[in-house]
């Protein structure tokens, strides 16, 4: 089974709205970590927002949040007041704490319209 | 501060040849990570050095190596190359156990011909 699946190939939204990019997760490791990454079309990655398993709210970073939903195994990503700039691959990503390792999604690329 | 510095940027190379990538960490970082991200694709983890020694690793051949200096910077080593190792290597450094705080260089765009 995928480790982290990211359904949405691709995405339009329009500037000013917000967007949610969508990723589910599958681990037997009951300590774990969720990320999420843009990497504009110039190559560096960045790094957006973190939620550990064990934290009880939603994590928040400026106009990011994360949507956690533990029993749903689901992780989406939600952008408020996009910005034209914020038009990149995005990337959702989880590391395995017990087991040290670090698995990411295929991705989804999103174009923010004017 | 410096940031998280790769070398080189770009390089080409034959099957069945051998190479080695470089990576230096950000000030203060002793953990290191290296990532395989093939075109149009998420990247892969190869492994991860905490202190000079591997701290896990994904599911790549053993003709993917490493190693960790003493300053934290970081070699990735593969040997025999194939078509299919051609990809964009990153790493990323941070402290242990902190993973929210992983710092992606800016990669080393690997072509094997």
Redesign the interface.
Known sequence: AQK?TQTQPGMFVQEKEAVTLDCTYDTSDPSY?L?W?KQPSS?????LI?QGSYDQQNATEGRYSLNFQKARKSANLVISASQLGDSAMY?C?M?EVN?????????TKLNVKP | ETGVTQSPTHLIKTRGQQVTLRCSSQSGHNTVSWYQQALGQGPQFIFQYYREEENGRGNFPPRFSGLQFPNYSSELNVNALELDDSALYLCASSLAREWDEQYFGPGTRLTVT
């Open positions: 982290i970590g990320f990454y190559g560096e990655m960045i790094f973190y990337f990503a590391r087991f040290n390792k670090f698995y990411f999604g295929s991705g």
